[in-house]
């Protein structure tokens, strides 16, 4: 009651500011903690040079790629303790069976949304449209196939995460309401990803995290549909027969049948509780 009558007596601009600023901190922390890496990286480089440099400049996209890594690991540092306060405000509990239910359709539905989306976006031209999201995408799938498994399927789910459904999510839903909540820190999660492409996807995907996680009332959902649609989508990639078969008009729309099926399912289903 007590946060319900604080929640009310903030003005618009610090409920705006309440929901931005971990989004900002984030940001700033991740980028600074990458900056000190790469000065660190550079310093030593040519400190030691001879063969040490020969290696680190050989194998500089896997350098990058765990930069990235740590870059994020330290930003979300500072949110921790938003993200215990967000997480103690909302308390469910859930039987054990509807638990597996859940994951279980969480990993079918981050499956088919993720080779889904990015069939559409494939078949429709707009994927090869951008040069940014070229760019982008090359320097995802230069990094070695096992960093990428770990930066991709553990590290980048989880920091994101914490930023977007577990924090700005929770701040979203407390101070406005859940429909708001899901459709602006989808839109926030689509934005920070900087290029056309990723902001369609990432927005998509980001209002499917924050609709499950309302649905289950677990932050580890998310995480789940998170590592699971980024591994779905960096493995099939090195398969290009497996592309070849599911990017194609029958594959994209199946697909995405089986996605829609699975967001009903948790719909229907939460209801029946």
Request: charged share 10%; with cysteine.
């Amino acid at each position: 009651m007590i946060e319900k009558e604080k929640t009310g007596r903030q003005t618009s601009l610090q409920k705006v500011w309440e929901v931005l600023f971990p989004y900002l901190l984030y940001y700033l922390t991740y980028n600074a903690a990458c900056l000190i890496l790469i000065f660190v990286c550079r310093v030593t480089m040519q400190s030691f040079g001879g063969v040490y440099g020969q290696f680190m400049a050989a194998q500089i996209e896997n350098v990058t790629g765990v930069m990235g890594g740590l870059g994020m690991l330290t930003g979300i540092l500072p949110l921790i303790p938003m993200l215990g306060r967000e997480l103690c405000g909302r308390g469910e509990t859930q039987h054990f069976m509807a638990a597996v239910c859940i994951t279980v359709i969480t990993g079918i539905l981050a499956f088919s949304a993720s080779l889904g989306l990015n069939a559409l976006l494939t078949l429709t031209g707009f994927a090869e449209s951008s040069r940014s999201y070229q760019e982008v995408a090359d320097k995802q799938y230069g990094v070695a196939f096992a960093v990428g498994l770990v930066l991709y399927g553990l590290i980048s789910p989880l920091a994101e995460e914490v930023v977007f459904r577990g924090v700005i999510y929770n701040r979203l839903r407390r101070l406005y309401n859940p429909a708001i909540g899901i459709f602006a820190s989808g839109l926030l999660f689509g934005a920070f990803h900087g290029n056309p492409v990723q902001a369609v996807y990432g927005s998509c995907l980001g209002m499917l995290m924050a609709y499950l996680y309302e649905k289950s009332g677990k932050f580890y959902i998310p995480v789940v549909f998170h590592a699971v649609a980024n591994l779905t989508v960096y493995i099939t990639a090195r398969f290009a027969a497996v592309q070849a078969h599911l990017f194609t008009p029958a594959g994209c729309a199946a697909l995405l049948a089986v996605a829609a099926g699975c967001v009903l399912a948790v719909h229907f289903g939460d209801r029946a509780e």
